[in-house]
């Protein structure tokens, strides 16, 4: 989930790469000392004393159109917003090269344009080294290192692009700054979270669902084992809960059943499947779990998702909502914290609201989950019906005596 300081954290990190490629090579032994640097060209002395340079100037950022038009309405009708969709950017990066003597220019412009094509990628953990190294950078802006570039869905492309001489020629007019040789590049996508909270309806509390057999199935769905009686489909599944794995072919003996990674023994047998107990899981997560049938090691079934809905309970302090949930949270997944008034004024539409947790949900240091999410708010004082929504699945919600929800539920004061 990046923030506004992620396009300078992309700055940063391109920088940082250069420098170790130019002193990888040793271009210093070669042409002299040599710096890299991020600034506008026209802030560059060109003169015939001009030093070894290597200057990465970010000349452009447009919306990125795959992302742009993939996004789903963000406002109601009333001019609400109802979604919150992030801003994805393409940034548009020149890199020219300044040198003392003949040749030095080719040399840096050579490595620096190398470096871009053996490394096209900008991958989570690089990313991290450059922004949290084990001795903080003094020139690196403390925000900009707590960015969280490192942790946005998408990994960033590096890829060149060419640009004609008459655009080139207009666009180091406007620079106002004497040409040298240049190559262009574009980096994308950044993703940058928006802070505006969005309103959410409650969900609908049933539904009819129908299966579909699939062409050569093994397993056909993944539903909650009844006690006794027939299957009730909107029974939301927990780490609580047994699961009933429906299908052909799976009452082989020797079978287990994969839950996300972990593999479980199964706990019964029915006519119509085998059942799992969720409960006997060391490390489930919240959110869409696959689920899989292992004959053997090489034979295995097509996978189904099943969305483990988290339960949680909570409590208000301060201005901040400590939940408690099961089964606990990762430090990388998406959480959000959504919030329902309950009971307000007649003819007022009800409030709702959403909040993120603080970056890594709360994750301690040395920790890979957590069943504790602090998460700061800002609503009117009520009552408020509380729903944790992570990786896109929604916690579990109880009913008053009218069949509305009620619980769990918060009082700011």
Known sequence: MSNGFAIAAVTAVLNERLQERLGDADVQAAIGPVKVTSLPPDRIQATGSEPNQLNLYLHH???????????????DSDGRRIARPPLPLDLHYLITAFGIDTYAGEILLGHAMQEMHERPLLDPES????????????????????SGLED???????????VGSEEMSRLWTALQAQYRTTAAYVVGVVLIDPEESASRALPVRSRGVSSETL??????????????GPVDLNAPITSTSELLVRGEHLNTPGVTVMVGREALAV?????DGIVVDLATAADLRPGPVAVQVLQTETVRSNTVVAPVRPTITAAVANDVVTV???????????????????GPAAN??????????????????????????????????????????????????????????????????
């Open 152 to 162: 946005q869905s998408e990994c960033l492309r590096i890829t060149p692009y060419a």
């Open 61 to 75: 950022a447009a919306p990125n159109p795959a992302f742009r038009n993939t996004a789903h309405p963000v406002r």
């Open 267 to 271: 706990a019964g047998r029915r006519p």
């Open 324 to 342: 408690a949930v099961a089964p606990p949270v990762g430090r990388d997944q998406r959480v959000v914290l959504l919030m329902n008034e309950k």
């Open 127 to 146: 990313i991290r080294q450059v922004l949290q190294p084990p001795v903080p950078d003094p020139n690196l802006p403390a925000p900009v290192s707590t």
């Open 215 to 228: 062409a050569k199935p093994i397993v056909r769905d993944v539903v909650v084992a009844p006690a006794d």
């Open 348 to 413: 007022d539409p009800p409030l709702a609201f959403s909040f993120a947790p603080p970056a890594g949900n709360g994750v301690p240091a040395n920790a890979t989950s957590t069943a504790t999410v602090p998460v700061a708010i800002d609503v009117p004082a009520g009552t408020y019906v509380v729903r944790l929504e992570v990786d896109g699945v929604d916690s579990t919600l109880g009913v008053d005596g009218t069949g509305r929800y009620a619980t769990p539920s918060v009082t700011v004061p």
